[in-house]
């Protein structure tokens, strides 16, 4: 009789750790969402080493796989901190979305090597610095900086008057832009 109760009590502790191991990030890992290349999305958590080397470390919600997928493996990860987009390899932060896409840049892939079998390939990865604002729209993406920021006022927001006064108020503060692009998106979502 006491050696089932003793069993009873170790299967039952082994439940609850189970059932913990499901709730719990481990540790250095955050709560995400990834989005595949195919399109299809896994949730798990993930240890962000988007800047440091353009990649990110996955695990499944059960903490029993664990993939490194580069940028450019996935189209998108999840977080409730951020979201974060892959274009050529890099990510970016996704500051605000629709028509146009306000985006920083969060990594740097420039001359990472890839790998198909035995053969090196090495990414271009995207123009621009970790922290340069961009804007990606019909896939493609634009550099926003102090030199091209009128043109971009000129020609991309151009069809809505309050989006262009707004982005005439942001006095080189490329981060502002953000409000502006979101009063765009609001005006050709209607």
């Known amino acids: 009789m006491k050696l089932k109760t003793t069993f009873l009590a170790v299967a039952l502790s082994f439940s609850f750790a189970a059932v913990n191991a499901q709730t719990t990030a481990p540790e250095g890992y955050t709560k995400a969402t990834i989005t595949l290349a195919n399109g299809t999305t896994q949730p798990g ?35 409730d901190a951020a979201n974060f987009i892959c274009i050529n390899g890099d990510f970016f932060k996704t500051i605000c979305t629709g028509k146009l896409c306000f985006v920083q840049k969060a990594s740097n892939a420039s001359s990472k090597a890839s790998y198909n079998g035995t053969e090196a390939i090495f990414n271009n990865g995207t123009e621009g610095k970790i922290g340069d604002y961009f804007i990606y729209a019909d896939k493609k993406l634009k550099l926003i900086n102090k030199k091209t920021v009128e043109a971009f006022i000129s020609t991309d927001l151009a069809t809505c008057t309050a989006a262009v006064e707004k982005a ?9 832009l953000q409000e502006a692009v979101e009063i765009f998106n609001s005006y050709t979502s209607n």
Request: net charge positive; aromatic share 6%; no cysteine.
């Open 45 to 79: 958590y993930i240890k962000d080493n988007i800047k440091k080397s353009a990649s990110i470390t996955f695990t499944d919600e059960n903490g029993s796989n664990k993939k490194v997928y580069e940028g450019s493996d996935i189209n998108a990860v999840k977080t």
């Open 168 to 176: 005439k108020t942001i006095n080189g503060d490329i981060a502002k």
